[in-house]
């Protein structure tokens, strides 16, 4: 991957902004350095991010390609997660013309864009860029058990479940780090996080044998860049298909502290299984002493804080309410740092860290 | 990979055999289906396998590839694990040697010799195979939460290390099985398994995302093969690099029963780390409770013996007392397998899965 530059980006979403996992769009719109100058999305037309997100956002949603090139669109990102990870046939007409335009091209599909010969000679006609987010470095190095650098202090994101903000949680951490005065560094491990800060490596992408070692290195490039270091969690310990993800992330960062992550009302692990089992979601008390336990496995860590997902609880007060009955049920320091700020909460991490000398 | 046909196998060990880390030539000796005619290796010219493994184990060390193909070798076998997974320039000549003469070749390498263009042209050139064990198939499913076959019985090894003899624990149980006349089926999740059983995954290759499901993929075929299901272990649950790929195998196969290998003697993880921290191996009576609770995360599972493996213990009746030990400490059926063979063992794994109707 290049040095990162400012792009103008233009959004591919057809049909599943505001719909359902939009999550690429919507991270990439809130948290990345990139500017967003159109999402590419015929269901939407007319309307604009800013109805779903605020008024912070004036991103409008338009019909064709031309029309956000019109806009100062310089490259496409791909923000469809197409079942299958291949991109729809309707769908490469649109990346051909794009590369064809000298439009970058940013994916996060598991099916490379550069390995196809027809994008591939597009890109080497035009001069264009495509970045595939999910190729990961050829480093193919084992875990060494390399100790943290002192000074610096490591905080894994984990949850309840995937897909309910454990990027997000340490994006808004990093955020209050840096608004404290302090060096704050937020590691990427997935492709969006990726896309928001233009590097790291997609983990779950990884070789198995060398998840662990790469997200140790990913730790240790951290470390030169800060000194509080959020590092993005992916699935959760006890996810059916995406633990091993997890436990990589752990055994690999050996953090200093973590953060529990849930989304309020969540009652089932997101797997798409073919049998009628249930996968319910752990309650938190039985999550946080799992979590320590695991991690104890390798490198002592504890749980210092919630982070509650309350986007689907209407009212504000109702929100807290839920935050103060966690907050007994558990004995952490909880909050949502997306719906009411994150320096509560970061506060609560940092008297953790520094009280008690666990780094 | 092609329907496998018996070969006649020189192995590759220079200066590794008896010495450290061979046990991908003792396993293929041990178990494999394929005739082994000679062992490569400059470092024990003159000697005979039978000189370690016993007297059915009639297989002498040559110095020159012509050597053994003289006694009708048609495939050489990569039987060393050099640092850093390439294969050394000094056996580059004899691969191509070898391909020339339309011997296949084989390896367990992560740098895969397919790749290789004088090799693969070497072998286009003849007709000679270069199969490379650690590819793995281009499936890329996740974990579905598929059930198991009613009647089949899935029993995962794990261990306290790795490179104790997990491989070794499932496939003495599958021979077991088979002498007990119950159809008995051996999962092979690394390269030593593939090569000695012709089928199977190096899960620890799969990309993460994807490690539970092609666990959970192996099983399903098994399940086709018989009922009495032994899928090979790999690394620990605790190890500082490998935790990932074993909790993959735990949660991706959903075993009804483990059977937990360690070795006599054995303090210290095998880990090759940058400093002095020590990763000592657990208690037993630690290990039995974590990995049913690890395994509970996503489906019950219990422990239901232990495997130990006394190879450096020299008398029978003190490895015999060791054992008796390790029984009334776990309250556990424990018995080393390979130096006193395994109907003992497989005996109390059955008792324990059919008088629980654990399926």
């Known amino acids: 991957m290049r040095p990162h530059t400012i792009r103008r980006l233009v959004i591919l979403t057809e049909g599943q902004f505001g719909v359902h996992h939009a999550k690429t769009a919507i991270g990439v719109i809130r948290y990345g350095r990139d500017d967003v100058v159109a999402l590419l999305d015929s269901t939407i037309v007319g309307r604009n991010v800013s109805e779903w997100l605020g008024p912070r956002y004036d991103v409008p949603a338009v019909a064709t390609l031309d029309e956000a090139i019109a806009l100062g669109a310089d490259a496409l990102l ?3 997660a197409p079942t ?11 990346v051909v013309r794009a590369l064809e335009a000298r439009l970058d091209v940013l994916s996060g599909l598991h099916t490379f864009l550069g390995d196809d010969p027809e994008f591939a000679s597009a890109a080497a006609m035009s001069g264009a860029e495509i970045v595939d987010y999910r190729r990961v470095p ?15 202090k490591v905080i894994l994101t984990v949850g309840s479940d995937c897909a309910i903000g454990k990027m997000t ?11 404290a005065g302090l060096a704050g560094v937020f590691v990427p491990t997935g492709q969006t996080g990726m896309m928001i800060a233009g590097w790291g490596v997609s983990v779950d992408r990884e070789i198995a044998d060398f998840l662990a070692g790469t997200c140790e290195w990913l730790v240790e490039q951290a470390e030169e860049l800060g000194d509080w270091i959020f590092v993005e969690g992916q699935g959760s310990i006890d996810h059916p298909a995406y633990s091993p993800v997890t436990l990589g992330l752990i055994h690999g960062t050996t953090p200093h502290a973590m953060v529990l992550v849930h989304k309020v009302g969540l009652e089932e692990h997101d797997f798409e299984h073919i ?10 008390t039985e999550l946080i002493p799992l979590h320590e336990m695991v991690a104890g496995l390798v490198a002592p860590s504890r749980v210092v804080a919630i982070a509650l997902n309350t986007a ?12 103060g009955l966690t907050e007994a049920e558990t004995g952490l320091p909880t ?24 780094t």
Chains 1, 2 share one sequence.
């Open 312 to 323: 689907d609880v209407e009212r504000d007060d109702e929100a807290r309410r839920i935050i």
């Open 335 to 358: 909050d949502d740092p997306v719906r009411f700020g994150p320096t509560r909460l970061f506060g609560a991490v940092r008297a953790a860290l520094e009280s008690e000398e666990m």
């Open 138 to 152: 050829d480093r193919h190095q084992t875990a060494v058990g390399r100790p943290h650098r002192p000074g610096a």
């Open 275 to 284: 049998t009628d089992a249930s996968y319910p979601i752990r309650p938190l």
């Open 169 to 179: 949680v340490a994006l808004e951490l990093e955020r209050a780090a840096r608004e």
């Open 78 to 80: 791909i923000g469809i």
């Open 84 to 94: 299958g990870g291949k991109l729809p046939d309707a769908w490469r007409a649109v």
